[in-house]
């Protein structure tokens, strides 16, 4: 199902030839109402592709009425002529819709660079087609999340019944995973009837713990959206504190999605620290930690090597006391105040599932991020992407 | 030769048993005078191992008789019994000598946790050892640099002639190379004439654009130390200008030296932004550059993949118009004022060295990091390292 499943959704996702697969590569979803409210949050890299630049324009009021998105090129990076196949994307999108092209957002990912003309006219083309065939069913939802796929080894949907009230999603990413969203597609969907300001709150505060805590490979992408488009089709207004928490469970369960299909990955570790002064604290030393490269390839041999995590930790500003740490790898306490404690022969790395915890006992806040190991198989993936 | 090339100094490189390789394992390099004067830098770790703690208290004079080195061990997080370890290596080595321990250096490498009676015994009595087997030969010297390697393939050495006064150094380390220094620990001796506040300005001038711009693979270590012990048997005072820049230039070798041993490489890679406003701003960018495992693997695939140097680029705070940046890789302008530029299947990247320049078109500031690609064999030597 996925975005089709909230009433007042319609979807498509179509082979307009980018991909040189054959596969779907331009999907799009549109808001027949009654409202169009919507939000928004975008890639944090200040090189943005041209769709952001674009997308960032059209959310400025809060009303969306369709999204199109293409799988197969950035179309970033590709200078004047890369923005007017964005906007011209969305023309096409407009007319066939008979709506302002100003209130469709557009959102392309893949190669950087890519964006000639042979690529702008498969686009357009798609968009075109997209408009065709759109349909409310369920296949047209998943073709939809098919279409958005680059290097996904399978498509990532999810669905969450509210009370008199749905919300339905679609996601991609693989890989080039990190904070201020990362290589990542989102298409939310929800027939509550809230308006723009509500949902951008109640998106901003999903996605702080969520994906913006999902830190594959500690690569920011140029062309990251998540966009969450409001229907108010079933009539309902849902209180936003039970809103945001049901928004908050689709987006924790899409980010455990990106995490589990991150490219190359053999462990898919939740690195938690406890104890924190602050829970900006407690952000800072899991995020060090799965940014050290070391560390990663220590959990992609089975190797709890906990010095790897302390060394991460020593390089942030966050307040603690070198000599009282204790590091717990799969429930095994290997470190405790700063010294070797249970032998790490006791860790068993062998599930996919890893849990590292670290008690910087100098406070009650806590963060959790969720990482990758580093693996030969990362490494061939992205020696081997634009070739 | 390396540290016994200055007048002045005596150095030996012993087996203690502490490598299960049955290697040299612990060097001692002394200083007999007539001067004492030394300087040192310290990892910007915040866990840092009980030699470091150690040493900053013996350096804090600006006096140093002796420095006594192990590899094999970290003696990291190995709580109180660890540090007295360290304090008996400088009590023995003082003993032997007739010299404070207060005026004795004392570093470790290896891993993390690794620190135990068997280890003592070993690094005591390895510096006892070394301590009667001094000598201010050219094959001292070389066995004191093959006693600090871990996972280095080759001992790194240099020497310089000053007008009147010689420069001599040797260094390990590959890999866990980064800012604040890296796993790596660096010996160098001179028979200048020059008091530690001076030597100690020349040293930080000097390391903080060589060393310091060495970004292997963004991991700090708990563990570095880059000392600079004069003897004043020269009879020379050197202008400090002119130190400085000989000191920069020894830094610079082996900075090389260790960027060539970097574990696993298969690419030198220099990534040097030009055209900044700042010199910070510079090092930022390149350092962004040289941080992304994305750019890392593409280098390692021969793929000249600029999207993934803007990317990182655009991660930074540096001033820059994001569409005026240009990136050659290898001679070849791949992206010029943010489109594509010439083909990219003109870059060459077969060399094992490769050189990324950034132009951000914004000032005249210009700044280089010295980094590596990311392998297979990075990946395997550092899953396999503990085990």
Not at 73 to 94: D, I, P, R
Not at 143 to 156: P, W
Request: hydrophobic residues 40%; proline residues 3%; aromatic residues 4%.
């Amino acid at each position: 199902m996925s975005v089709t499943a909230p009433k007042g959704f319609r979807a498509a996702g179509v082979v307009a030839g980018i991909k040189s697969t054959g596969k779907r590569d331009v999907a799009l979803v549109v808001n027949d109402g009654p409202s169009a409210a919507a939000a928004a949050v975008f890639t944090g890299n200040r090189c943005k592709a041209n769709p952001i630049i674009w997308s960032q324009q059209v959310i400025a009021d809060g009303t969306v009425s369709a999204i199109v998105l293409n799988s197969g090129g950035a179309n970033c990076y590709t200078g004047s002529f890369g923005f007017q196949t964005t906007h011209l994307t969305a023309e096409a999108v407009g007319e066939a819709l008979g709506i302002s092209a100003g209130d469709v957002l557009v959102c392309s990912t893949g190669l950087i660079g890519t964006g000639d003309q042979t690529f702008r006219d498969a686009v357009v083309g798609g968009a075109k087609e997209a408009a065709r065939t759109l349909a409310a069913s369920e296949d047209a939802g998943v073709e939809a999340s098919e279409a958005i796929m680059t290097t996904d080894s399978r498509a990532k949907r999810v669905v969450r019944e509210g009370v008199g009230y749905t919300i339905g999603a679609m996601a991609k990413g693989a890989g080039m995973l990190a904070p201020g969203l990362a290589t990542m597609l989102v298409v939310i969907t929800t027939d509550a009837d809230l308006e723009s300001p509500a949902l951008d709150a109640a998106l901003r505060a999903s996605t702080r713990t969520t994906f913006d805590r999902l830190d594959s490979d500690g690569c920011m992408s140029t062309n990251d959206q998540v966009t969450l488009l409001a229907s108010g089709a079933s009539g309902v207004t849902p209180d936003v504190v039970e809103f945001t928490a049901l928004l908050t469970d689709v987006c924790a369960d899409l980010a455990r999605q990106l995490q589990q299909d991150a490219e190359g990955a053999s462990h898919d570790v939740t690195i938690t620290t406890v104890g924190a002064v602050t829970e900006q604290d407690a952000e800072d030393v899991s995020r060090a930690v799965s940014r050290s490269n070391l560390f990663k390839a220590a959990i992609f041999g089975n190797d709890p090597n906990w010095g790897r995590v302390l060394a991460a930790a020593g390089t942030t500003q966050a307040e603690f006391d070198p000599q009282a740490l204790d590091v717990t790898i799969n429930g095994v306490m290997v470190c405790k105040a700063g010294t070797p404690h249970e032998p790490v022969d006791r860790v068993d790395l062998t599930p996919r599932d890893t849990l590292v915890v670290i008690d910087l006992h100098a406070g009650e806040a806590e963060a959790t991020i969720l990482t990758n190991d580093l693996t030969h198989d990362y490494v061939h993936e992205n020696s081997a992407y634009s070739s």
